[in-house]
């Protein structure tokens, strides 16, 4: 069986991943502090002349942040660029997500990315509580019976997800997922292309066809690429790990050797056919920007 939703949503970020060849994007997440704030719109000013298909706005966990995405997402909004809102069903019961689909949809948002979420603060397992929803398939299941046409995502995971007892079961989950009505992916992040062209034809070959869109964060050092390996399990490349150990003591250099592995790995991602690049940047432009204005990929993209 073929997995391939699809909803009439006008313009969603499935539509600009089919006729923007190829989508950028952008993730955010709402900022906690007056100095966090102008950062963030330091950084959407920054980014806007690439012309982004669309930028997400996370959520805190057990969805401690949802004010924060409604709050930022109209700043998103007011710069004309659409926007992806994180949607988590941890903490949430089911009035709760309807009141926050609803209010989602007077905020003008259509496209929405269903995950199921962190634990709360202070519990290291999710644990769903009665009314709670357990799994992201349950989330995209319950957004799809809503009355709204949302364009639903998803998150997947290359190197699979680390709760997930093989990358058999991991890809049973996905597939649920798309099944329940997810209309484009997006991945974890990963520092090796082969992860990702590998579970992009393991997923063809189980009947995924939505769009695969890889999520890339560039590096800027030694302490940062560790606590996301920690975090994720993502393989740091072998060459990228000597890089970055020999400049622990050269920031500089760390950033421009994650550059240069960053726009390396983007640009043959377009061209072996990735139908984007979302950059997860954590509220700052210089490194997805530095990535962009990089030789092989400016071949590869042009900005309206």
């Given at each position: ?80 660029v659409r926007v992806l809102a994180h949607l988590t069903c941890s903490g949430q019961d089911g009035a709760e ?137 993502a393989t740091v490349p072998r060459r990228l790990q000597l890089q970055l150990e020999r400049y622990q003591h ?31 940047t954590l509220n700052r432009s210089d490194l997805a920007k530095r990535v962009l204005a990089s030789q092989r ?8």
């Amino acid at each position: 069986m073929i997995l391939q939703h699809v909803t009439p949503a006008v313009s969603s970020v499935r539509e600009r991943l089919f006729d923007r060849a190829p989508c950028i994007s952008f993730e955010i997440f709402p900022p906690r502090t007056s100095e966090g704030a102008a950062q963030l719109a330091h950084t959407l000013d920054d980014l806007q002349p690439f012309d982004p298909g669309y930028v997400s706005v996370t959520c805190g966990a057990g969805g401690s942040s949802h004010e924060g995405t409604l709050e930022t997402a109209r700043l998103v909004q007011a710069r004309g660029v659409r926007v992806l809102a994180h949607l988590t069903c941890s903490g949430q019961d089911g009035a709760e997500l309807h009141d926050l689909l609803r209010r989602l949809r007077d905020e003008g948002v259509e496209d929405l990315l269903a995950l199921r979420g962190d634990p709360p603060a202070g519990e290291t397992h999710y644990e769903p509580r009665p009314g709670e929803l357990a799994h992201a398939s349950d989330l995209v299941r319950f957004i799809r019976a809503s009355s709204a046409p949302f364009c639903i995502g998803a998150a997947c995971y290359p190197e699979g997800h680390l709760e997930s007892e093989s990358k058999a079961a991991d890809l049973d989950h996905l597939r649920a997922k798309v099944a329940a009505g997810a209309e484009f992916l997006v991945t974890q992040v990963f520092f090796e292309n082969a992860f990702y062209f590998d579970f992009v034809e393991r997923c063809r070959r189980a009947g995924i066809f939505v769009p695969i869109v890889p999520g890339i964060m560039p590096v800027t050092s030694y302490e940062q690429i560790e606590r996301f390996t920690r975090k994720c399990g993502a393989t740091v490349p072998r060459r990228l790990q000597l890089q970055l150990e020999r400049y622990q003591h050269a920031p500089e250099a760390a950033r421009q050797a994650g550059v240069e592995h960053t726009s390396e790995q983007c640009a043959e991602l377009l061209e072996r056919g990735a139908p984007g690049i979302h950059f997860f940047t954590l509220n700052r432009s210089d490194l997805a920007k530095r990535v962009l204005a990089s030789q092989r990929l400016a071949a590869r993209v042009s900005f309206r």
